[in-house]
């Protein structure tokens, strides 16, 4: 004969997963807490913009403004050892362009990642973007740059650069306006270079 009393024990298993239930349910509602609102660390400004910094953004920016691509005019690419330097070079150059549409500019700044260095293929990569058939202007700012630019420009055969890319002698950042605002004017690939010449003369005392 069963025991009544037996009978009607719970099993110790289900009062583990009742203890289970009560402590992962909502204390406000009652209700089971879903998966998603486990908690987890908060994040700080500090973390969020670590991981910003981490995400690295594409070396080859275009510039251009809009409506560039209306009028052909000789291209200019400027080649850095940062991203950073490039991209501001870039914008300060256009801002200084005035009224009116700038000539295409791109920059290859950095390696790809978003490393300190040169990259070859992200110099091409500027140059096919900002050949419009009226040449391009190649500035650097130093070292790897320069002679990387160089060594493209002396290949021969199939892939080598147009014989209308130009490397400027001018300092990087006054020759990236003299080059960009002088092509915005509609001014021909000798006229550019020209005036990178001139920037690269300029004495400051």
Known sequence: MTDPELSQASDPKDGARGAAEQESADPASGQPASPSAAQSPSETPSQSASQSRSEPQSPTQPRTGPGAESEPRVGVVLVSHSHEVAIATADLALALVGSGVPAPVATAGGVEGGGIGTSATLIRKAIKHVDAG??????????????????????????ALPDTVRIADAPFLEGAVAALVTASAGAGLDLVISATDDARMYRKL
């Open 134 to 159: 009226r040449g391009v202007v190649v500035l650097c700012d130093m070292g790897s740059a320069v002679l990387t630019v160089k060594a493209l420009l002396a290949e021969t055969g199939e892939g």
